[in-house]
């Protein structure tokens, strides 16, 4: 019986370098100088699963049973309320829900942790209670009183604002 035995064929030297630096691409490119800022974590979403607790503006009127019988208020929901969080807030300090708050381009409202990852902020289902004169600048928005038509915070989202 005659069996053929065949060596199996090496590849070439080029082609071996090629594909042994092809490999270690990957790797080098993890590696860096730090000298790139990095780019801020993806946002959180925190309305999934759980609620959350606003806290209230001292100028915000608690319940009816503590407001004078002379004093009118509006309930603020939806992009109103968003609006209205995001003015009360846009100029603080710090992070966090009681932090600074940010305007995004799709027309949502955020604030970032200590750790820099942005947060989506939504509104209580309840609403917001606050003085007809001061809420007088949210009557456009989706929201206002009740309303499911008006403005929504796309009209008003800033251009240089990150797209989440």
Known sequence: MNTIYQKPKKAPLPVAVFLSALLSVPLLSSCGDGSRTASPPPPVDDTVGRNVNYPSATNQPQAKRGLSTGQKVAILAGAAALYYLYQQRKNAQGAGPNGKYYLSKNGRVYYRDNQGRAHWVT??????????????????FQGYNGRSTGRNLRDIAPQEAPAY
């Not at 509104?123 to 456009?140: M, T």
């Open 123 to 140: 509104p209580p289902q309840e609403g917001i209670r606050v003085p007809e004169s001061e809420a007088q600048q949210y009557r456009d």
